[in-house]
């Protein structure tokens, strides 16, 4: 069985493919797959875009998709930016405006909690779907610190571990990651099946 991977990104395509090579035969990115397309990403929640994305592919292919959606929750910010976590500036992707703004907004704010939230969706082409959370607590630190990582990682900091998820070296980020509490919470699931 194939599954598409509904992300060009390498480093989620290496950890999926990682988790998940004992449940396919075959892994492989949009790109593998010969699929463009692009998921008007109009939900209200992460679990919502993620079922969407993972939907629209596995219609498009006849094959099983798996999709995610991310992204981080600051308590002081009601949760914001959630959602709109790539685009929180007003340009998608944007990470350098997204840190500055985030910075701004909890300017003398002392409240500082936060979680990193992953949404996984595989949808099959008989239409069944198969639904997964993971989240990483922490708080927004008062600058950046790290080169490892991207989007908020430089900001997001970890007590227990006293860095911040950009200091984390990739594969010690990969097994504490809110999108790999997701993915083996996912495979419980599809052993249960």
Do not use: W
Not at 12 to 22: N, Q, T, V, Y
Not at 74 to 96: K, M, N, Q, T, W
């Amino acid at each position: 069985m194939k599954l598409i991977i509904a992300s060009n990104n390498a480093h989620k395509l290496e950890e999926i493919k990682a988790i998940l090579s004992d449940f396919f035969d075959e892994i492989v990115s949009m790109r593998e797959a010969g699929i463009e397309h692009e998921t008007v990403e109009d939900g209200e929640t992460f679990m919502e875009n993620a079922v969407k994305k993972a939907r629209e592919i596995a219609e498009i292919s006849g094959c099983c998709a798996i999709a995610d959606d991310s992204g981080i929750c600051v308590d002081a910010l009601d949760g914001a930016p959630g959602i709109y976590s790539a685009r929180f500036s007003g340009v998608h992707g944007d990470d350098e405006a997204n840190n500055d703004l985030l910075l701004q907004k909890l300017q003398g704010r002392s409240d500082r909690g936060a979680h990193y939230t992953c949404a996984i969706a595989l949808a099959r082409p008989d239409g069944s779907i198969v639904r997964a959370e993971g989240y990483l607590y922490g708080e927004i630190g008062h600058e950046r610190i790290g080169t490892n990582g991207f989007g908020y990682d430089p900001l997001f900091y970890l007590p227990r571990y006293g860095k911040t998820t950009a200091q984390l070296e990739p594969a010690e980020k990969n097994r504490i990651s809110h999108r790999a509490e997701a993915l083996h919470k996912l495979v419980e699931l599809l052993k249960e099946q």
